[in-house]
T-cell receptor, first 113, second 117 residues
Framework: GENVEQHPSTLSVQEGDSAVIKCTYS??????FPWYKQELGKRPQLIID?????GEKKDQRIAVTLNKTAKHFSLHITETQPEDSAVYFC????????????FGAGTQVVVTP | NAGVTQTPKFRILKIGQSMTLQCTQD?????MYWYRQDPGMGLKLIYY???????DKGEVPNGYNVSRSTTEDFPLRLELAAPSQTSVYFC????????????????FGEGSRLTVL
């Protein structure tokens, strides 16, 4: 089955700097890669996703890149703000897997003023 | 729309007790899931359902059971609770137009924090 590894487990950045979280996946059939943000005590919420026919996607200060050959994808947050502090999860899914997402272990991002 | 609603939010169980976590969604989503979240371990899939009357095991199904008698409801039953089941449980739902295929956004409930002592 699919295995998703996520690094780093914790990331501390100064406000205004960029943050990068990297994930690798094992199943070459995976073709959908969402990122979820979970604030302390809250539910995970989708912030951005990318499909395998696209190499990069951007939404304001966040962007995701995908390298299918190397089987890795990354989340980039620019101009970080205190409200970006949260746990971020990457995930991977194959089209014929009935929507079953395989999540990474998560990255705790702390943005310090 | 209320989205995905889970109850209870918190529960303490004694070893060997049983309980049911309730989950209901009002978005007419056909796919529903139960995940558990342990610290530093991400989200692990327990069971999922692709429609009323259809359920299947996920990655960590042992010690749990589910049913899906309606599109809206997907309860998770814990039989003979064990300390290893101490976790935060999330119910989620999504919509798929194509059988077997689903890359729709997953909507999560607020979570249920369960402690087994």
């Amino acid at each position: 089955g699919e295995n998703v590894e996520q690094h780093p487990s914790t990331l501390s950045v100064q406000e205004g700097d960029s943050a990068v979280i990297k994930c690798t996946y094992s199943d070459s059939a995976s073709n959908y890669f969402p990122w979820y943000k979970q604030e302390l005590g809250k539910r995970p919420q989708l912030i951005i996703d990318i499909r395998s026919n696209v190499g990069e996607k951007k939404d304001q200060r966040i962007a995701v890149t995908l390298n299918k050959t190397a089987k890795h994808f990354s989340l980039h947050i620019t101009e970080t703000q205190p409200e970006d502090s949260a746990v971020y999860f990457c995930a991977a899914m194959a089209t014929d897997s009935w929507g079953k997402l395989q999540f990474g272990a998560g990255t705790q991002v702390v943005v310090t003023p | 729309n209320a989205g995905v609603t889970q109850t209870p939010k918190f529960r303490i169980l004694k070893i060997g007790q049983s309980m049911t976590l309730q989950c209901t969604q009002d978005m007419n989503h056909n796919y529903m899931y139960w995940y558990r979240q342990d610290p530093g371990m991400g989200l692990k899939l327990i069971y999922y359902s692709v429609g009323a009357g259809i359920t299947d095991k996920g990655e960590v199904p042992n010690g749990y059971n589910v049913s899906r008698s309606t599109t809206e409801d997907f309860p998770l039953r814990l039989e003979l609770a064990a300390p290893s089941q101490t976790s935060v449980y999330f119910c989620a739902s999504s919509y798929s137009r194509l059988a077997g295929s689903n890359t729709g956004e997953l909507f999560f409930g607020e979570g249920s924090r369960l402690t087994v002592l």
